[in-house]
Every structure is written in structure tokens, then in C-alpha cells.
């Protein structure tokens, strides 16, 4: 890659964010709720519009729950579990999820996915590959662990909304945690994350992680200092030492995925039309399809 800028979407984050936020009354010709595929192409034509990246990618789960990582931490999110293997989804929006794919295939704007690896992954090794500033569009606090200054990369997230979403940089991290993106895994495994089924260090809340951060820097170096902290802090890591190792790789972003050279070029119009038009007229995508057009093109 050169040094033009690449905008990296957490597609199930924003395709969840959509569904839930816009009403089931939007509907495609067959009467299903087609409101996550809309919602998601309004959430891209956005931030291309605004951003106005020369690469995009939509990243993929092809594993929502790697075994690698559950066999690391079993509770990994556990309680997100249907059945067997399979994550708990609306019916409503499992039905989108191909519609979304083809669209965004019909667009021709690069879904990226692989074997085993969550979305989170492919993000960060299409972030480390790249060589200008990269924007991480998402709603997980995890993916904070990449924001850097030197490539640039910051995360464009989208908790409080996408009308409302904010630039996380280092000085953000600072502000809102006291870490900055470099120590943002560390303090997430002390601190625990319920959504994922991590349970932290009992006791040890933001403050005091951020605190044991700034002070020995890193896991490692808490460690070597344990003898130092107070009693209560000293008992909970200590009774936490065969979780702490274990939670580190879970929430550590692979930067490493096997990914083949791909062309992340923004298209400037969809690539298979007629897919595309087929599918606004079925989907009754209407406005969300003029919108994403529009963005693609630069107008």
C-alpha cells in the first residue's frame, strides 16, 4: 500500500447497530425487515463521505468465537451462545445477513473475512499492513488496542452513535481511561470485559488498572512489582495469575492473519449493476441505495 488512507468497517458491529436502530416497518417487497441492510449502507455512505478514504474493507467474522480463544478463556462470550456453536441472533436479522453480503459484493466493496478469525483480527492485520493513516470503524472498545500515532491509526467509534461517533486517539484514551492505545489490552484484561464474557481481576475497576498501568507499565511489570501494591490489590492478582496470561492473548488482536494480497481500492460505482439494482429493487433499499451511490462517487 501507499501512503492514502484506508477506512476499515467492524461490519457485524455496525450491522447489530443498525438493526436494533432502525424500525422493523422498513421492508423489502416480500414484507422481511430489511432495516440492517439499509441501515449499514446509510452507516458506509457516511463515513465515506465524510472521510473520503481511497481503501475500504468491510471486515468479516467467519468465526464470531474462535476455539483458539475459547480454549484459552472458556467463558469467552459464553453467554452470547444459542446453541452448540452458533451465536444468539434475531431471526430478523440472521434472514439480512446474506442480503448484506450480496449487496456489498454487488457494490464491490471488499468484504475480507478468514478461517477461524474474528473481524477484530482481519481489522488488525489490514491495519498493520498498511502504510497511511487508518480509521477503525466499530462499536467494540477492544479495537482501541490499535491506535497509534506513528502509522496513524485511529478508531471512529460509534457507541453514542454514528451521527455522534468519536475520534479516538491516544489523547482520547488519555482523557477518558489514563492508557493510551499501546496499553489498552492490559488494562481491558484487569478491568474485564462482561460483553465478552471476561471477567476481569475482582476488584480492580478502571482507576486502579489504569493506575497499576502507569506506575509498572505493563502485566509483566505489575507482576515483578506485586510485593509493592497494597494487600487487597496484591490477593486479587494473585488469586487471578491463571487468568491473566490466558485473557491477554484473548484480547489481543491477531496482526498476523493469512490474508492474500487484496485490492482495497474504493470503487467509484457498483461493480455488478445489475446485482445491484436487483437488489434495490427487492431489498426496496430506495434512499439507502442513492445514498451509498452517491458516496462512491464522490458526490
Given at each position: 500500500?501507499?501512503g ?7 461490519s ?8 436494533f436502530?432502525l ?8 414484507g422481511e425487515p430489511?432495516?440492517a441492510?439499509r ?11 465524510e472521510y473520503r478514504p ?10 464470531w ?6 480454549a ?8 452470547r451462545?444459542?446453541s ?11 434472514r439480512q445477513?446474506p442480503?448484506i ?8 466493496l471488499p468484504?475480507?473475512?478468514a478461517?477461524d ?5 482481519v ?25 497509534e ?6 478508531v ?16 482520547w484514551?488519555?482523557?477518558k ?10 488494562f ?14 475482582t476488584?480492580i475497576g478502571?482507576?486502579t488498572?489504569a ?5 509498572f ?13 497494597s494487600p487487597g ?17 484473548v484480547v489481543?488482536a491477531?496482526t ?10 474504493l ?8 446485482a ?10 430506495g434512499?439507502?441505495a442513492q445514498?451509498?451511490?452517491?458516496a462512491?462517487?464522490?458526490?
Open positions: 500500500m501507499d492514502s488512507s484506508t477506512l476499515l468497517f467492524d457485524a458491529s455496525l450491522f447489530f447497530r443498525a438493526f436502530g424500525p422493523a416497518s422498513l421492508t423489502g417487497r416480500t430489511v432495516n441492510v441501515g449499514l449502507l446509510d452507516f458506509l455512505a457516511r463515513f465515506i463521505t481511497e481503501r475500504v474493507a468491510c471486515c468479516w467474522d467467519e468465526a468465537r474462535p476455539a483458539w480463544r475459547v484459552l478463556v472458556p467463558s469467552y462470550k459464553a453467554h451462545v444459542a452448540g456453536d452458533v451465536e444468539e441472533v434475531p431471526h430478523d436479522l440472521n445477513v442480503w453480503r450480496a449487496t456489498l459484493e454487488a457494490l464491490g468484504v475480507v473475512g478461517l478469525y474474528e473481524a477484530d483480527d481489522i488488525a492485520t489490514l491495519a498493520r499492513r498498511a502504510d497511511g493513516p487508518v480509521e477503525v470503524v466499530t462499536g467494540d472498545r477492544d479495537l482501541f488496542q490499535l491506535v500515532p506513528t502509522r496513524p491509526t485511529r471512529l467509534y460509534v457507541a453514542r452513535g454514528v451521527s455522534r461517533h468519536e475520534r479516538v486517539d491516544d489523547a484514551l488519555r482523557a481511561y489514563g492508557v493510551t492505545g499501546a496499553d489498552y489490552v492490559d481491558a484484561v484487569l478491568r474485564g470485559d462482561p460483553s465478552d464474557g471476561l471477567p476481569g481481576v476488584g478502571e482507576k488498572a493506575s497499576l498501568i502507569g506506575r507499565g505493563d502485566l509483566a511489570g505489575i507482576a515483578a512489582h506485586v510485593g509493592e501494591l490489590v496484591r490477593r486479587a492478582l494473585t488469586a487471578s495469575v491463571d487468568y491473566l496470561g490466558p485473557a491477554a492473548q489481543t491477531a498476523a492473519v493469512p490474508l492474500p494480497d487484496l485490492d482495497l481500492t470503487p467509484r460505482a457498483p461493480r455488478d449493476p445489475d445491484f439494482a436487483h437488489l434495490s429493487d427487492e431489498l426496496n433499499l434512499g439507502s445514498r451509498i451511490l452517491a462512491l462517487a464522490g458526490r
